[in-house]
């Protein structure tokens, strides 16, 4: 397997450099910091009313996997926009977010079954290359959705990842008067993963008084994340604060310090704003969580992949929204209904 996951990354690579035409035309994506790109509240203001989709609309999503509630929920996003648009639309996921090559066959499946767009959202930066490339060959639209970026693709909606660190640590600098802090990553190599601790490591590290004391990978698992915080806490049991990567492994970290009997002292913040998060939040432990809002992003997603369908020339980058859930505003986001929620957000 490992062999085998070498070879792909290398192909990849090689596509990469040899390139289609739009690898060849478009520099490699950083979807944090690209220029070409408006917010998804601009959508109908800057492209008008939601376009006519023609009857037998087809759209495939692919997803890093079903077991996170992240990406559960990002497809009932997609699939509500889908429904009251008369799209027929198939989701499908690898078994777990280390099945690179699981996911490349998903992603290649569905080319092969002629849909008129794709939604991927890839478990790492060059895993679904291959199958990007294929699709675009095919003249089939693709939407890099969210977390991992394929360097070339040409549209990409998710949230600013780096933002999401910079939110946690700007919560520490603005609450405490500073002290030991630490990191769990997730995977290593993935975009989103490196953004985020680029974010909450550059904006504490630039505050007096804080020390990034670890920064150390847990691949998304509570498992693994509980075992580094158990470790990091045993060497600095003086620590005033952890951030996670996503909110599985912030779950993870706040088990280990509770279990070192630290909650009083020790804040822990994750990213993604689940279900779970938010309850634990409500419960008192979890400090908080930055929420992407999966639902809605989803929904935004496949607005912009019938707009391409359209014919409509959007911006390299829709940015989808995101903000910082505490307990001072928990019951503000705690909603099922996009309404409701978009109204909010505009409103911030």
Do not use: C
């Not at 913040?269 to 809605?296: H, K, N």
């Not at 369908?309 to 910082?324: E, H, I, W």
Request: charged content about 15%; aromatic content about 6%.
């Amino acid at each position: 397997m490992n062999i085998s996951i070498k070879a792909l990354l290398t192909a990849g690579a090689l596509a990469l450099t040899a390139g289609t035409v739009p690898a060849q035309d478009l520099a490699p994506l950083n979807s944090d910091s690209e220029p070409d790109r408006m917010d998804w509240s601009e959508l109908e203001a800057k492209f008008g009313a939601f376009p006519d989709v023609p009857e037998g609309t087809r759209v495939g999503g692919v997803s890093k996997t079903l077991t996170n509630e992240y990406w559960r929920s990002l497809g009932e996003g997609y699939a509500s926009m889908a429904d009251a648009h008369g799209v027929e639309f198939v989701y499908q996921a690898a078994a777990n977010e280390g099945d690179q090559l699981g996911q490349l066959s998903i992603a290649e499946t569905l080319i092969t079954q002629g849909f008129d767009a794709l939604l991927l959202s890839p478990q790492t930066d060059a895993n679904l290359l291959p199958a990007y490339e294929t699709a675009i060959a095919q003249g089939v639209p693709v939407l890099n959705v969210n977390d991992a970026v394929i360097p070339s693709v040409a549209n990409y909606v998710g949230n600013v990842q780096k933002d999401n660190g910079v939110r946690v640590a700007q919560w520490f600098v603005d609450n405490t008067d500073g002290g030991k802090v630490a990191v769990i990553e997730g995977q290593p190599g993935v975009f989103a993963a490196g953004q985020r601790t680029a974010g909450f490591t550059e904006t504490v590290e630039g505050a007096d008084g804080f020390e990034v004391v670890a920064s150390v990978p847990a691949n998304w698992s509570r498992e693994q994340a509980f075992n580094a915080a158990s470790t990091i806490l045993q060497q600095h049991p003086d620590l005033i604060g952890f951030y996670a990567n996503n909110d599985g492994m912030a779950l993870g970290v706040m088990e280990a310090v509770k279990a070192a009997g630290l909650q009083e002292q020790t804040a822990v913040f994750g990213t993604d704003g689940i279900s779970d998060a938010y309850a634990s939040i409500r419960a008192g432990d979890l400090t908080g969580t930055v929420d992407s809002f999966p639902v809605l992003t989803g929904e935004i997603a496949m607005e912009v992949v019938l707009r391409m369908l359209d014919g409509q020339d959007l911006p390299r980058v829709v940015a989808t929204p995101q903000a910082l859930i505490t307990a001072d505003n928990v019951d503000q986001y705690a909603t099922s209904d996009m309404g409701a929620l978009r109204s909010v957000l505009l409103a911030q």
